[in-house]
């Protein structure tokens, strides 16, 4: 959609929170950057958009995403992800290297940028391999991919197995600011499992992945962030355990981040009772205990992000038997409104603390400098109804993906309107 050069965001409820504001106003921005915040405000000139009723707030970043491109076109390409992530409210995505070939050097780093600028959407962040090829062999040449565009390195599902490998790129990246982005797993205890660990696997007859896997692999990391300085985010953190593990590092000053999915903030592994494959999901759906811990956590700030590791799959490769099919379910088009519905209208979390783990947390995590209105700083911008009832279909999903867990389910909140750079991108009720 084409942009002008000044919008003014009239009389919506504007919620900053990186600067604490809340408040009934105005937005303007001038050159594709916030100009002002306040009531009142004069856009001479500038296009009018009407925030009657509506969520004025910074763009969704999110962290953990899989656009499969180059390699896996079949299930989603930077170019739909980037749009399906606009229809969702996010203005950045972070994507990672688990491509084919694997992102590990500036020539495919440097694709990942070119295609991000052409896709139209959300901006399109890479992040590299911290090994080459994902072998947990060898490190990348970090500071060639970080020139080519790269804002973190991970392994992408996969934990560096070398102690000694982790800690290097802990302390090779400090030298770049950049974080490693871990899967913190013990893969041995982990290998060949395709559920949690428990009575339900045990009903079901489904190998079983126990959650002391991410314990430890959670603790050795937080042990080598602390030992070398780096920072460190931990991925997709499904346990109780572990969220207790983030929370008293962070307490002794370790430079450590974390990110937790809308799926793991809502589901058990009893919802795999009839084996829907959907659900099928690495780290995997754990007990309600740990939803528990993990809502206290994204609550209290230990958790500061929420990812939806965005992972589009064929509708061929999940329609097969559960030991078969692939892990991964897409998120990006329906998190805010799961969220909204589940935590923030059921009390366990409020409006500004959720957009803050969607957007200011993970832009701080990657250092962008979106995440909040702060005038002079990008005009990434989400408008959001949040009185708006709707039912997730997946089959009108910009996403390629189909492979939802909320495919049907009755929500509350919905992104009516996404500014990437003061120019509309994606719009309710019309093509992006």
Known sequence: MAGVS????????????????DLEGDVLVE????????????????????????VVAPGFVDPHVHLCEPGWEHRETIRTGARAAAAGGYTAVCCMPDTDPVVDDPASVGFIVAEGRRAGGARVFPAAAV???????????????????????????????????????????????????AHCEDADLARSGVMHEGVVS???????????????????????????????????VSTGAAASLIRRARRRGVRVTAEVTPHHLVLTHDVLADYGTDYKVDPPL????????????LADGTIDCVATDHAPRHYDEK??????????????????AVLHTRLVREGALTLA???????????????????????????DLVLIDPEMEWTIESAGFLSKGRNTPFDGERVMGRVVRTLVGGRTVWRLGEDA
Do not use: C, W
């Open 353 to 379: 603390a959720l957009l803050e783990r969607l957007a200011t947390g993970p832009a701080r995590a990657l250092g962008l400098e979106g995440g909040t209105l702060e005038p002079g700083r990008p005009a």
């Open 286 to 297: 754990r007990t309600p205990s740990d939803i528990e811990a993990l809502r206290e956590a």
């Open 202 to 236: 045990t009903r079901l007859g489904l190998r079983g992945k126990p959650a002391v896997a991410e314990r430890i692999g959670v603790a050795r990391d937080l042990a080598l962030a602390e030992a070398t300085g780096g920072r460190l985010h931990i991925q997709r």
């Open 319 to 336: 329609e097969q038997a559960f030991d078969d099919a692939p892990f991964g379910a897409v998120g990006l088009e329906t998190a805010f």
């Open 31 to 54: 050159g594709g950057r916030i100009s002002a915040v306040g009531a009142g405000l004069d856009g001479d000139g500038a296009e009018v958009v009407d925030a009657a009723g509506l």
């Open 131 to 181: 090994s080459a090829g994902r072998k947990g062999e060898q490190l990348t040449e970090f500071g060639e991919v970080v020139d080519a565009g790269a804002v973190a390195v991970t392994d992408a599902g996969r934990s560096v197995a070398s102690s000694v490998l982790m800690r290097l790129a802990l302390q090779y990246a400090r030298s770049f600011d950049i974080p490693v982005l």
């Open 6 to 21: 000044s919008v003014l965001i009239r009389a919506g409820r504007v919620i900053d929170p990186a600067a604490g504001t």
